[in-house]
């Protein structure tokens, strides 16, 4: 069975801080997203990469950056955190033609 | 500009009967639709998909119906359980089998009351 595992359920952090979110797969999938989910937003795809040392934009890139330096460890990064950072972050990975699988989710909260 | 869209925020239905979650989509490039349902405190988990090249696709209670012609799929739960109660989310992509960039729709709150 699939793992994706995000290394904070909860986080709390201060305006300025530069935070890092940490996401770990163990089905040597290619392909690693991030989105965050917001209350009547849906979820909002932020990250991905479809392969170590690559990374493409999503939709709502602004405020962050990612770092895929092993297949199995996708991380984001605010480099500057704000408060309307504070969100639920949700890791996600995939291999080719299957569904992506989906970790807990991160919820974040800055203050 | 809402690609996927999910125009009912919340759905209450009876346990044994039908439920019926909506989504429709813009973008005529999408060529796979997923559905994905989330419990409080945990990730999405994947539901069941359908291929633009298909008009059905059955898994058990769920089945997941696509009008390309109007831009439409719905996902029918029958018969609904209170386990079922979440909230599902319409997710279409550009490629087969959902593996790579997905959009989302906001999301539909289900509700089955014993």
């Known amino acids: 069975d699939v793992k994706v595992t995000q290394s904070s359920r909860y986080l709390v952090k201060r305006t300025g801080e530069k935070v890092f979110l940490e996401c770990v797969q163990d089905?040597?999938?290619?392909?690693m997203f991030w989105y965050r989910q917001d209350p009547g937003l849906g979820l909002r795809l932020i990250y991905f990469s479809y392969d170590v040392k690559m990374k493409e934009k999503g939709d709502i890139p602004e405020g962050y950056s990612v770092s895929r330096e092993k297949k199995e460890r996708f991380s984001l990064i605010l480099e500057s955190a704000s408060t309307n950072q504070t969100s639920m972050y949700l890791c996600a990975s995939s291999t080719s033609g299957q569904p992506q699988h989906f970790g807990d989710g991160t919820r974040l909260s800055i203050l | 500009d809402q690609q996927v869209k999910q125009n009912s925020p919340s759905l209450s239905v009876q346990e044994g009967r039908i439920s019926i979650l909506n989504c429709d989509y813009t973008n005529s490039m999408f060529d796979y639709f997923l559905w994905y349902k989330k419990y409080p405190a945990e990730g999405p988990t994947f539901l069941i998909s359908i291929s633009s090249i298909k008009d059905k696709n059955e898994d058990g209670r769920f089945t997941v119906f696509l009008n390309k012609s109007a831009k439409h799929l719905s996902l029918h739960i029958v018969p609904s359980q209170p386990g079922d109660s979440a909230v599902y989310f319409c997710?279409?992509?550009?490629?087969?089998?959902?593996?790579?960039?997905?959009?989302f729709g906001k999301g539909t709150k289900l509700t089955v009351n014993p």
């Open positions: 997710a279409a992509s550009e490629a087969q089998g959902g593996s790579e960039k997905l959009v």
């Open positions: 089905m040597d999938h290619e392909n």
